[in-house]
């Protein structure tokens, strides 16, 4: 293992994750509910009545944030490498995985992990460890 | 109010994901690229996070309302199985190809990239795909119990 000194970004690695943070506590402590993007997207499959309005909101919100940034700065890089059809496969195994599992990075890994939850817990061992062995073959393996 | 409260929490979560490169694909990539050039920003990104959530969890713990006096609807399953192990594997190999999970989808799909699009279409085709699988294995296991 080297570390890309030159990617590495700690200062604003740690501001974004305590403004995620303080996002994700600013739900619970006002909405009473875990921020899992996952599960907020989800439920809007099956539609129940007086529980879609808070889900729209709260993906509309997120939306909307690259758009607020864009009124007062430019966004920073954003570069998507993968492929159209490999990004079609991701997005299918992200959108089925995440529901099994009953959660994504957010539900499970800030804030059940913030919660001590050993179910998140364990599926955040699960996913990031499934996103290294995939990186790792992608790039090393098959891509070398 | 309520739905207010919502709006804003998506928001300041979705600055979050761009402040903190999350939303960025080729760093959530350089991040899980451990034998390459390793990046560890986002390790510190979970650290910030965790760091201020936990704080929030914890008040909350003890509250049947919120501050707006809404129900507190964080208990959650504590169940650990098969499906949810798998379901993370499934859902860490469609994040390793590609750098992006749910919420940096949707910050994705709102700068207008084409690609962010055809990942949040092809995402919720999957979430389409589980409640589908799921409708039918209901009647079943209804059928045997």
Not at chain 1, 41 to 68: E, H, K, Y
Not at chain 2, 10 to 21: Q, W
Not at chain 2, 109 to 132: D, H, P, Q, R, Y
């Amino acid at each position: 293992m080297s570390i890309a000194w030159n990617a590495f970004t700690p200062a604003s690695a740690l501001i974004g994750g305590a403004i995620i943070g303080a996002a994700a506590a600013l739900f619970a402590v006002l909405n009473g509910r875990i921020a899992g993007i996952s599960g907020i997207l989800g439920g809007l499959m099956r539609p129940q009545a007086g529980d879609v309005s808070w889900r729209i909101a709260f993906v509309a919100g997120l939306v909307a944030a690259p758009l607020t940034w864009g009124l007062v700065a430019a966004l920073p890089e954003i570069r998507v490498d993968a492929s159209v059809p490999t990004l079609a496969a991701a997005g299918l195994l992200v959108g089925a995985g995440t529901r099994y599992g009953g959660g994504c990075t957010s539900g499970h890994g800030v804030c059940g992990v913030s919660r001590l939850s050993p179910r998140s817990i364990v599926a955040t061992l699960s996913f990031m460890a499934a996103g290294f062995a995939t990186v790792f073959v992608a790039r090393h393996l098959i891509g070398s | 109010m309520y739905t207010a409260a919502s709006f804003t929490a998506g928001l300041v979560f979705g600055l979050g994901l761009i402040v903190a490169g999350m939303a960025n694909p080729a760093k959530v990539l350089g991040f899980l690229d451990l034998a390459g050039a390793w990046d560890p920003s986002l390790a510190l990104v979970m650290v910030g996070a965790i760091a201020v959530g936990a704080g929030a969890f914890a008040l909350m713990k003890e509250r049947t309302r919120t501050l707006l006096g809404a129900p507190v609807l964080l208990r959650s399953a504590r169940r650990i199985d098969r499906r949810l192990v798998l379901g993370s594997l499934v859902f860490g190999l469609g994040w390793g190809l590609s750098g992006i999970c749910p919420g940096p989808a949707l910050v994705l799909a709102g700068t207008g990239s084409g690609k962010g699009l055809v990942f949040l279409v092809a995402m919720l085709a999957g979430n389409g795909i589980f409640e589908f699988l799921e409708s039918r294995r209901e009647p079943a296991q209804s059928a045997t119990t």
